[in-house]
């Protein structure tokens, strides 16, 4: 199993900027066979996926909602993936949750096996 811990989240106002970071440790077998993504959930509402990053490629997507403000990166060294969030707004606001799969990405909560504890972003406006 992959163990998985994220930190830096916290209160921004909008137009502010954060930098989640995920640890990875655990994993079994290849590393390169992993997708690795962050996932949000809002008061009220389903959990989303955010991005997504396949490591036998490097290839990252995003959601729509978030292009061009959210960049995904990965520290090979520390084992350490990010989300550099900026330009942030209030609809940012939500429990973010770093996840693994094996193989290939998806965008649906469910495919993903391994979790975070998530953490927490708030953005005023």
């Known amino acids: 199993q992959v163990q998985l811990v994220e930190s830096g989240g916290g209160s921004v106002q909008a137009g502010g900027s954060l930098r989640l970071s995920c640890a990875v440790s655990?994993?079994?077998?290849?590393?390169?066979?992993?997708?690795m993504a962050w996932f949000r959930q809002a008061p009220g509402k389903e959990r989303e996926g955010v991005a997504t990053?396949?490591?036998?490629?490097?290839?990252?997507n995003y959601a729509d909602s978030v292009k061009g403000r959210f960049t995904l990166s990965q520290d090979n060294v520390k084992n350490t993936l990010y989300l550099q969030m900026n330009s942030l707004k209030p609809e940012d606001t939500a429990m973010y949750y770093c996840a693994a799969k094996r193989f290939g990405c998806t965008i649906n909560s469910n495919d993903y096996n391994s979790w975070g504890q998530g953490t927490q972003v708030t953005v005023s406006s």
């Open positions: 990053r396949y490591t036998w490629t490097g290839t990252t």
């Open positions: 655990g994993y079994t077998g290849a590393k390169i066979t992993y997708c």
